[in-house]
């Protein structure tokens, strides 16, 4: 049996081993339901995907949703809403399939970048691949079907960069042009793929020893024109709140590049405590001081990646991988409502998990007596974070789940005592809702959102006289909010007090 041949029989066997420790790892996530938190708004209750009629493709191409520009996204979820209708299964299960095939390309990648580069590089490939797969920071993207945009744009930006090693290895133009329409299908599925042209980069100088910018161009335009189009959306339309420079400054975002930085490396080394909705930055009560603490972190963690450039090569390059992938997130631009997700990793994890599964390989090697018992150990560990996904995968089960743990978590976590508050009104369970909503309120006085899942809540109960008390701060404070005043109408209304309805039925229609 010459090489090429145990070097393919091994990643065979390698892929097979480990396609299915993922699978077996994320299984219990098809049991999901679909989440009262963006599912209904981006699938169950998305008129732009039930159909793949031409006015419904060209909608999904030109008129941001939600605040996002994810055409790619929603014509995948057109089509499994073709074949599934509103059957949460299907959904779950083509997240779990592009998972799995996500996991062979990095695989392929790792493989690919390390082969004639390091000795061992398939048992290398083979455990990036592995942690990669079964890591509970990989569930949030997998269990919750909005989140299939982080699948997606991860499957066409990991095939753009084995497209550009051929085409660095080979000099085949369709290759280079291959690479540039996976981007194009990448960027299309979600804006995060932006970082693609820097990774290109970041291959050329530390892979390839090569300088080739004039023929990034076209990846660096095409950069330009989503980034510009994914502001437009965050600007404009209906969606989920953009956390802008007046609460989070300038100041604290320096800061928040480190946080987020170790954050995220702390949960790859040690997944537990794992929540939907981690505090946000107006909890964190942080001073200048805080911040400077966490840049110059950040900044040292470089440092030693520099200075280790030629003890250990990989370790560099590795970690300039991590952080191009978490920029867009990584706390300098607002891109939403929280400052660090779970889903924020699912590329960037490929940059920690490389060089530790290269570590593990080289001792290994080098200490020969103990390979049983590091063998054990990997094993052990791998087991175990499948072990961990599949429990993580059974909290994303529906929506009293998710947000219970959250709370679990968190106690004051306003975010998940909202939801509940929504999913219990829902249910019609509204004692439980009313205590939920109530909490939502104590914890954050001037939250809105809490104040009017409340008073919905007290309202089914027919408890108007209460829904008009908890919405009053709000009037009192100068908030034109459509949804409060239809409450406070249908309050008034059922009251009897015409003059009070037809006052909020007034500035009800003023804000149509």
Known sequence: MNEATRTDRWLWIGSLLVVLLTIAAHARGLQGQFLQWDDYSHITQNPAIRSLAPANLWGMFTQPAAKLYVPLTWLSFAIDYQVWGRNPFGYHLTNLLLHGANTMLVLLLAFQLLRGRLEHAQ?????????????????????WVTERKDLLFAFFYLL??????????????????????????????????????????????????????????????????????????????????????????????????????????????????????????????????HAVGYLLAFVMLLAVAFAFRKRAPIVLPSWLFYLITLSPTIGLVPVGVHVVADRFTYVPLIGLALPLSIGIVILANNWRQARPILAATVTTLLVALAVLSAKRSAVWTNTETLFQNALAEDPGCYPALVNLTVYYTSMKQLDEAI????????????????????????????????????????????????????TLKECFTALGDEKNAKLAETRMLRNL
């Open 123 to 143: 048992p290398a490939a083979i455990l990036t691949a592995a942690i990669f797969g079964v890591h509970p920071l990989r569930v949030e993207s997998i269990a």
């Open 160 to 289: 753009a960069l084995l497209a550009y090693l051929r085409w660095v290895t080979r000099g085949n133009r369709r290759d280079y042009w291959a690479c540039l329409l996976l981007f194009i299908g990448s960027v299309l599925a979600k804006s995060t793929a932006v970082t693609l042209p820097l990774v290109l980069v970041l291959f050329d100088v530390f892979w390839k020893r090569r300088v080739a910018l004039w023929e990034k161009i076209p990846f660096f335009a095409v950069s330009l024109i989503i980034g510009a189009a994914t502001f437009v959306a965050q600007a404009g339309g209906n969606g989920e709140t953009v956390v802008g420079t007046g609460v989070i400054p300038l100041w604290a975002r320096l800061g928040l590049v480190g946080y987020c930085t170790l954050f995220h490396v702390g949960k790859f080394l040690w997944p537990l405590h794992l929540s939907a909705v981690y505090p946000s930055f107006e909890d964190f009560g942080w001073t200048p001081l």
């Open 435 to 486: 205590a939920y909503g109530t909490r939502a309120v104590d914890v954050a006085p001037n939250g809105l959102v809490g104040r009017r899942s409340l008073a919905d809540a007290l309202l089914q109960a027919k408890r108007y006289g209460d829904a008009i008390q908890v919405l009053r701060p709000a009037v009192e404070h100068g908030i034109d909010d459509r949804a409060v005043w239809r």
